[in-house]
């Protein structure tokens, strides 16, 4: 029997999404190793998987049915990001969301697509070059530290990625460091009810979100937006 097409569209879905969960677990966390595949999805160690081959995770990180629930134009457009900025993708992965970034803050802006895997940011730097995105630099980071320069970026995107960093209270602080004047951070990750995401246990609340951001000095809120499976968190300098 032939699935019907929002059959065809949860299938795909719950197949994406541990690999996209996989990829941001091993990027931002020393989590214990796994034991089998179903762990896999969120509990990893650096080393324990291959990105040696990245065409094959873009093939599913950058699925075309993932825009159906990941709303990368949206959540763009929720950021206010302005010709002429600097923007942040961290935990960037195979640089899914670098075309929409790059686009917003035009010729005279930038893009910093921070990475801890170096395959990956090798795949982003081949990307950048075949795709023509001239204002985007790749670059890989430690797991502890996103090593950006005090007062230097406007934006931050952190999706998917937030609930697998260690030590998030400290992180925020290294974050509002490198934040300019009206520089936000935001923080895209997966509601309770989703279908879709880590076991409902490892998932963190948006008030969770908020007191950590806030932990690290940030003003912080939930805002408004049109995805079906995410909140949004936003955090801004005092």
Known sequence: MIPSPNARRRLTAAVVYPLIAGCAAVLLTLAAAPRDPQEARHEHRVGDHDFSDAERWSAHLDHAERSEWQRPESVVALMEVAAGMTAVDLGAGTGYFLPYLAAAVGRDGRVLALEPEPNLVDFMEERCER??????????????????????????????????????????????????????????????????????????????????????????????EDLPWQYVVVGRRP
């Open 131 to 224: 795709e023509g995105l001239v204002n985007v630099e790749p670059r890989r980071i430690p797991f502890d530290d996103p090593q950006l320069d005090a007062g230097s970026v406007d934006r931050i995107l952190i999706v998917n990625t937030w609930h697998h960093i260690a030590a998030r209270a400290a992180y925020s602080a290294k974050l509002l460091a490198a934040l300019a004047p009206d520089g936000r951070v935001y923080v895209v990750d997966f509601v309770r009810e989703s279908p879709i995401g880590p076991p409902p246990e490892e998932r963190l609340e948006p008030h969770q979100v908020i007191r950590e951001l806030e932990a690290g000095g940030l003003r912080s809120e939930q805002i408004e």
